[in-house]
Each structure stands twice: as structure tokens, then as C-alpha cells.
T-cell receptor
Framework: DAGITQSPRHKVTETGTPVTLRCHQT?????MYWYRQDPGHGLRLIHY???????DKGEVSDGYSVSRSKTEDFLLTLESATSSQTSVYFC?????????????FGSGTRLTVV | GQNIDQPTEMTATEGAIVQINCTYQ??????LFWYQQHAGEAPTFLSY????GLEEKGRFSSFLSRSKGYSYLLLKELQMKDSASYLC????????????FGKGTKLSVKP
């Protein structure tokens, strides 16, 4: 009954290939986020969405694009994967941007670029 | 700019009390969150502070001083299962209310 799911959970891909990660939510939350987590850096925001077709860049957006054609799905695409994009990717959702609204995270996708 | 600092690692003994500090510099402060993350898992919500003072939730408490840009997470009666990373995150009024995360504190609980 998870309200947020990510797919795939693990992926190994080759340098230069495009990769798409999917985040799916059943909570009807307006806000969705993609973060990457790397040792020594913590969670860093890649892109976020504040509604269908409304997206914006985060701190580390270079090499990534996103799309949100439906409330429930937020896709992250690596246009041409590089080894520096090997990471754990987390999707998160939030009901609003109000002060008390934190995030609920998906289980993560571990991506390895070889 | 924004900056969040917390210790990288801490070690404590089962049954003891541990305090994890977080200092932050940000504009338009709109709340501070603590998350727990076990190895290989997703972060999960622990606590939230927006006003000065202490928020208690069972064995976990969180404190905030906005004037000092300081928070701490207090864990009492430590258990082995409390071994995890603890993430401090700050929300701003701007930037669509995005959470900015510190790098996390890895807590190891020893028998």
C-alpha cells in the first residue's frame, strides 16, 4: 500500500546510453522531487515539479531532464549517462509547500553507469 | 546562500542518550525537519520544528533556536536499531518550499 513507488530499483547501464527512472504516487500530491544521494554530499535536489507540466531545476540539474504529464507520474531522464551519474536516486512527494509539510520518499533507485 | 552543518559520524552506547547537532544559515526560514535513514533504505520523517523550543515524541526529541540557527535531535534509551543516519533539513519560504538537506550524521550504537 506504498503511496510512492520507484522503478526500477536497480539498474546498470553503459556510458552514453539514455536512462529513464520512474516515480509513481497514489497520494494525489501536487509536489514531486528527484534527489540524488552520494557519499559526502547528502541529498541534492535535481529537479522538482509543482504540478502537471510544471517543473523547475534544482541544485544539480545538468545532464538530467524531467517530465510530468500526469499528477501521479514524474519521470527523470539521463540524456546520455556518465559515470558521474552513478548514484542512488530518490523521489519524494509533498502535499503542499506549507511550513509543516515534509516529504515522503520512495525506496530509491540504485543506478550504476559503467 | 544556504548552509547546513552536522557532524559526520557519532558513536554511542546502547541505553545511553545522544544529541545530534545541526546548525544552519538560510534566508526565509520556514521550518526544520529531522529524518532517519537506515543503510540502503529511504529517509523517513522523525520530527518537525518551526517555533523555538523542544518537541518530544517518545524516545526522540528535537529542539530549535531560530535566533542561533541551531537545532538538535536527542535520542534517549538508545537501541541497536537506532544505528542509522540522521538528516537535518531546512525549508525556506522561497524556492517552492524545497527542503535543503545537510549531509547527515551516521550514528553507530554499540552494545
Amino acid at each position: 500500500d506504498a503511496g510512492i513507488t520507484q522503478s526500477p530499483r536497480h539498474k546498470v547501464t553503459e556510458t552514453g546510453t539514455p536512462v529513464t527512472l520512474r516515480c509513481h504516487q497514489t497520494e494525489n500530491h501536487r509536489y514531486m522531487y528527484w534527489y540524488r544521494q552520494d557519499p559526502g554530499h547528502g541529498l541534492r535536489l535535481i529537479h522538482y515539479s509543482y504540478g502537471v507540466k510544471d517543473t523547475d531545476k534544482g541544485e544539480v540539474s545538468d545532464g538530467y531532464s524531467v517530465s510530468r504529464s500526469k499528477t501521479e507520474d514524474f519521470l527523470l531522464t539521463l540524456e546520455s549517462a556518465t559515470s558521474s551519474q552513478t548514484s542512488v536516486y530518490f523521489c519524494a512527494i509533498s502535499e503542499s509547500k506549507g511550513a509543516g509539510d515534509g516529504y515522503t520518499f520512495g525506496s530509491g533507485t540504485r543506478l550504476t553507469v559503467v | 546562500g544556504q548552509n547546513i552543518d552536522q557532524p559526520t559520524e557519532m558513536t554511542a552506547t546502547e541505553g545511553a542518550i545522544v544529541q545530534i547537532n545541526c546548525t544552519y544559515q538560510t534566508s526565509g526560514f520556514n521550518g526544520l525537519f529531522w529524518y532517519q535513514q537506515h543503510a540502503g533504505e529511504a529517509p523517513t520523517f522523525l520530527s518537525y520544528n518551526v517555533l523555538d523550543g523542544l518537541e518530544e515524541k517518545g524516545r526522540f526529541s528535537s529542539f530549535l533556536s531560530r535566533s542561533k540557527g541551531y537545532s538538535y535531535l536527542l535520542l534517549k534509551e538508545l537501541q541497536m536499531k537506532d544505528s542509522a543516519s540522521y538528516l537535518c533539513a531546512v525549508k525556506n519560504r522561497g524556492s517552492q518550499g524545497n527542503l535543503i538537506f545537510g549531509k547527515g550524521t551516521k550514528l553507530s550504537v554499540k552494545p
